[in-house]
């Protein structure tokens, strides 16, 4: 679950909107010299289906995956849930009647969606997800490594703070993501048991940022001795970090997330942020190692049931000590962040 969770690449799909179908071409067909079939004819329908698609996160997400679908010459068409489980399954439906190749399903809620996945795969329609567990051996699952994420985010917690403080914590039951990183946060806290978890709270309503800050701003208020928040997703971090400085508490509470975009990484440069550090894989090449997983599944080449894009650990000091700004600059300053080598074959192009 950044993500997570406001469009880059969007008013060229907007045109193309008839009928309620959000679906966007993002390259011609087109042939790929020395790629096995399909691919070698190029114009492959993928389809990428997604529930969460508030925040910069998933932007990039979608920036990605179409960047790498182009260089595939895949005809890759992007249906947007807006957190909707019922329009994400008829999407589903519609990419099936579509008759694609493959359909990454990207976040959602795995009880209203494991009937259509199954649909689809008995129609021989390949099916990758990213950060939704459909619990299905036929599904290979693309995972940003959340229990590395949580890991980082509260090492740094503690490297910053000790053993002993009072914390509040942002989290949504029910998301794949979020779940992985929740189990490492309750296991972290039987570990550490002079860390306590003073609040709780979270939602995804859109706007989630803002959603959120109205939760933090009365949770601020009631536990004023909370010095400590970790909410593992940047849309998460980002309405606790507002919900901070409007509250004038950015002095005395330190935000710790995961997910990371530009704009993310201004807030917490910012001075006198509470926002501090971030555990994070870049969104653009999780997006990228979804169409690639897809790709492989679809020439029926060896894939991993479980594909992991490993994070980095992102503080204001490396921000500031490296004068980043960007997302583009902190992949030139940080090569782990750049490029992942998940779901790679030699016919695939790869360009981060």
């Keep these: 679950m950044k993500t997570s969770i406001q469009r880059l690449i969007r008013n060229s799909a907007l045109a193309l909107c008839t009928a309620g179908l959000f679906g966007t071409l993002t390259a011609q067909a087109a042939t790929l010299a020395g790629a096995p079939a399909p691919f070698d004819k190029g114009g492959v329908k993928i389809a990428l289906v997604n529930y969460l698609s508030e925040g910069d996160f998933f ?34 439906q519609q990419a099936i009647n579509l008759g694609v190749s493959a359909i990454i399903v990207n976040h959602g809620l795995p009880e209203s969606l494991k009937d259509v996945v199954q649909q689809a795969l008995d129609k021989g329609i390949k099916v990758v997800a990213f950060d939704v567990n459909l619990a299905n051996p036929r599904v290979p699952q693309i995972e940003q490594s959340d229990s590395d994420l949580a890991s980082l985010l509260l090492a740094q917690a503690l490297k910053d703070n000790g053993n002993a403080f009072s914390a509040g914590y942002v989290y949504v039951a029910g998301f794949a993501p979020l779940d992985r990183r929740d189990a490492v946060w309750q296991t972290f806290k039987h570990e550490h048991p002079g860390i306590q978890e003073k609040a709780r709270w979270g939602t995804v309503d859109n706007p989630i ?56 990484i201004e807030a917490i440069r910012a001075p006198n942020s509470a926002w501090v550090a971030t555990a994070a894989t870049n969104p653009a090449v999780v997006g990228a190692v979804s169409v690639r997983a897809a790709a492989l599944d679809v020439a029926g080449q060896p894939l991993d049931h479980h594909i992991l894009v490993k994070p980095t650990l992102v503080t204001r000091d490396d921000l500031v000590k490296n004068d980043i700004h960007t997302i583009a600059e902190l992949g030139a300053k940080f090569p782990a962040f750049r490029a992942s080598d998940a779901a790679t074959a030699n016919w695939i192009p790869v360009d981060q």
Excluded: C, M, W
């Design 59 to 92: 932007q990039a997400y979608e920036a990605g995956a179409q960047k790498q679908a182009k260089a595939l010459g895949i005809d890759l068409r992007i249906y947007e849930g807006r957190q909707d489980a019922a329009e994400q399954r008829d999407q589903i």
């Design 209 to 264: 940022a803002q959603s959120v800050a109205n939760q933090a701003a009365a949770a601020y208020r009631a536990h004023p001795d909370i010095r400590v928040v970790i909410a593992p997703y940047d849309e998460f971090a980002r309405g606790a970090n507002l919900a901070a400085n409007e509250s004038n508490v950015a002095s005395k509470v330190r935000i710790y997330s995961a997910d990371i975009s530009t704009a993310d």
